[in-house]
């Protein structure tokens, strides 16, 4: 079965320190992926997305993430985080196969929380 | 437009119960999901829509049901509660007419079954 990994479920850091979330999927054919961010009590807003051309996607918000095919991966990075950046992340996956349209497979969440 | 909305934000159940909870999108998407977030889980499909008149299973459709009788209006119905269906549920729409999609979610319903 397709699985999609997030290497940390909890990430504390300090402001103005960097952030990378790791993803991994399984899935051998061709993927849209994507970012996903929930703020405390908020519902899930999309951060960056990846579905052709340059690997390297810049989102909102600062985010942004790269594609290596190779390594099946799509990190996601913020080169300086603020205290607004305490979410939950989730990194989502969507194989672009006929029977697979819009079923998108979610990683377990990474909490991140940033402390002042 | 106000998006994607769900209603009820907040249900207790008890065990063998039934009820409805209502997704609606004002943004004439095609494609309507419903999501079951879960701790340590990430979200899960329990059903999708491509269209009026069509609905299909997803990952974890057991004990849930749905209808899509309009494009505006997604309901989940559960059957017959029981306690692991305790989640928060999530609806989702988009557009159909490209892989490159953004789906966008709805604020949730917190349901907990005793």
């Known amino acids: 079965a397709q699985s999609v990994s997030q290497h940390n479920h909890h990430v504390i850091l300090s402001e103005a320190a960097s952030l990378e979330l790791g993803c991994n999927y399984s899935y051998g054919g061709t993927v849209n992926l994507f970012w996903y961010v929930q703020y405390p009590g908020q519902h899930l807003q999309l951060l960056l997305k990846y579905f052709s051309g340059d690997p390297l996607v810049k989102g909102i918000k600062g985010f942004e993430a790269e594609f290596i095919k190779s390594k099946f991966s799509f990190n996601l990075r913020k080169p300086s985080v603020q205290w607004s950046d305490t979410a939950e992340y989730f990194c989502a996956v969507n194989p672009m196969t006929t029977d697979s349209w819009g079923k998108l497979q979610f990683g377990a969440g990474t909490q991140v929380v940033v402390t002042p | 437009n106000a998006g994607v909305t769900q209603t009820p934000k907040f249900q207790v159940l008890k065990t063998g119960q039934s009820m409805t909870l209502q997704c609606a999108q004002d943004?004439?998407?095609?494609?309507m999901s419903w999501y079951r977030q879960d701790p340590g889980m990430g979200l899960r499909l329990i059903h999708y829509?491509?269209?009026?008149?069509?609905?299909d299973q997803g990952e974890v459709p057991n004990g849930y049901n749905v209808s899509r009788s309009t494009t505006e209006d997604f309901p989940l119905r559960l059957l017959s509660a029981a306690p692991s269906q305790t989640s928060v549920y999530f609806c989702?729409?988009?557009?159909?007419?490209?892989?490159?999609?953004?789906?966008?979610f709805g604020p949730g319903t917190r349901l907990t079954v005793t």
């Open positions: 943004m004439n998407h095609e494609y």
């Open positions: 989702a729409s988009s557009y159909t007419d490209s892989q490159a999609y953004e789906q966008y």
């Open positions: 829509s491509v269209g009026a008149g069509i609905t």
